[in-house]
């Protein structure tokens, strides 16, 4: 099992950067795909979600209006798309992939910096 993220890097603040997530190993459209993240001294945070159907998606507050997830079955591939970025999203960012029934896998993170 693999989650692979990419599409994190260095940006000023009102920038956008697409996230990546990429799955192998397991039945990708049976799982919720989450994006969470961690700012250093901070406890890792939900940021969005998306569950099995498209309608079915999640941000905490501070996102809302700026970020869009969506997922790709067909390639087992999930995204984050983050637009008017902050200084305080800055933080390590990670794929989640999580079925009630089987478990959860986690991707190891990819660095987003907000910074002019």
């Known amino acids: 099992v693999q989650l692979v993220e990419s599409g994190g890097g260095l940006v000023q603040p009102g920038g956008s950067l697409r996230l990546s997530c990429a799955a192998s190993g397991f039945f990708f459209s049976s799982y919720a795909m989450s994006w969470y993240r961690q700012a250093p001294g901070k406890e890792r945070e939900l940021v969005a979600s998306h569950g099995l159907l498209s309608f079915i998606k999640n941000y905490t507050d501070s996102v809302k209006g700026r970020f869009t997830i969506s997922r790709d079955n067909a390639n087992n591939m999930a995204y984050l798309q983050m637009n008017s970025l902050k200084p305080e999203d800055t933080a390590l960012y990670y794929c989640?992939?999580?079925?009630?029934?089987?478990?959860?896998?986690w991707g190891q993170g990819t660095q987003v910096t907000v910074s002019s």
């Open positions: 989640n992939a999580r079925n009630t029934r089987f478990g959860e896998y």
